[in-house]
């Protein structure tokens, strides 16, 4: 007799039909809850229906339903609950601009902001800053917000540093601060823009374990005088290590969040997991709250990341080796130190700005869709545009 066991575990996201043969009995099983230990491995089906078509084993209910339970443990081994990274442009914006009180969480956390000057409310806006004049840039951001007192925030989150990126941070956040004002209204009327953007990279290396770096403008010999308008952050996720919980603590919880978190995740620190909001902010990684096309489109996203590394790092073993032999011809004429530093210098920017345009072609042809091209190189739409 052949019989057919289906059973659906939503919390994996998996579905699956084992079928069985057997000819001696049958003896159908109800629906049940189970929680697995086989071999000291734990592991919680939760919603779990069992049904049976003429099912019987010739031991009887009991041989049948650990049959099913070791079943469960042989395919569900593998498979516990999984978390997605929460660096990928897809659960990035999915934690950050889809629930207010996530991003604000992070703003606070993160923002040099003073007491009494939190974010308590705030509104998402189109992450799309479209010019007025067509022939200019159009900028694009992950999180676009701002709260009750008009301030605006940016936040981005970038797997891989380009010089190009620090550049369209200032522009977009200028960008955002000239466009609160409509023509004939006041300058007072200005509003402070923030931009926080999290970078998966190393770009200060000689600024050894200092990962929080925060630009605005001062005066240079008496940095107290300030002009309000632009405050531009940058965090350095690899150079992060949480040292003490005594200072702020949110800070360490989501650096935590961004940088420990991943696909390899099977156990989260309980730490995150006593705090609300880290509590739902995991939550929403979990794999099975994704479609299987946006699971696709997570792990290519992956792989276009593991491309341009690649290429990024020939281009700049490239351009060093162009640098160190040009650096040596001008080293005969005006001294072999400042050939050298010369020549690397501009034979690295050399690589580094062919490999972003040899990137942007890759991708193109992969089909990625141009406003995650621009995020991933720094290059422009129209620098785009011309690469074929």
């Known amino acids: 007799m052949r019989h057919i066991i289906i059973y659906r575990a939503r919390a994996y996201h998996y579905e699956q ?26 592991l919680p089906i939760i919603n779990c229906q069992l049904s049976t078509v003429n099912c019987q084993l010739s031991t009887g209910i009991v041989t049948a339903n650990w049959i099913i339970i070791l079943i469960f443990a042989q395919i569900h081994k593998d498979t516990v609950m999984r978390y997605l990274d929460p660096k990928t442009d897809l659960t990035f914006k999915r934690v950050f601009g889809e629930h207010p009180d996530l991003v604000m969480s992070l703003l606070n956390a993160l923002l040099p902001l003073e007491q009494g000057q939190e974010v308590t409310e705030i509104e998402y806006l189109p992450v799309e800053l479209v010019p007025d004049n067509p022939l200019r840039k159009n900028s694009i951001v992950d999180v676009r917000c701002r709260d009750k007192q008009g301030r605006v925030f940016l936040v981005e989150m970038q797997i891989i540093w380009t010089p190009e990126f620090q550049q369209r941070v200032l522009f977009n956040a200028s960008k955002a601060y000239v466009r609160q004002l409509d023509a004939g209204e006041h300058y007072e009327l200005l509003q402070p823009v923030y931009s926080l953007n999290l970078v998966n990279d190393i770009f200060e290396p000689e600024l050894d374990n200092e990962y929080y770096h925060y630009y605005r403008l001062v005066h240079m010999e008496h940095t107290e005088k300030v002009i309000e308008g632009l405050h531009l952050i940058f965090v350095e996720l690899p150079k992060f290590t949480p040292q003490s919980y005594s200072e702020k603590k949110m800070q360490v919880l989501w650096l935590r969040f961004l940088t420990e978190i991943n696909d390899k995740t099977h156990e989260v620190p309980q730490e995150l997991l006593e705090n609300p909001e880290l509590k739902k902010a995991v939550n929403v990684l979990e794999e099975s709250a994704f479609t299987d096309a946006q699971l696709a489109g997570y792990e290519k996203f992956w792989d276009i990341v593991s491309v341009e590394r690649t290429l990024m790092y020939s281009a700049q073993k490239r351009g060093m080796k162009e640098g160190l032999e040009k650096g040596r011809a001008e080293g005969l004429e005006k001294g072999r130190a400042e050939g050298l530093e010369k020549g690397m210098a501009e034979g690295l920017e050399k ?38």
């Open 17 to 42: 039909a084992i079928e069985m043969t057997d000819d001696k009995c049958s003896a159908p099983l109800s629906s049940a809850n189970y929680q697995l230990s086989i071999a000291n491995y734990q």
């Open 351 to 388: 690589g580094r700005s062919d490999a972003q345009k040899e990137i942007a072609r890759n991708l193109k042809k992969a089909g990625v869709p141009t406003e995650i091209i621009m995020q991933s190189t720094g290059l422009s739409k129209e620098e785009i545009e011309e690469e074929k």
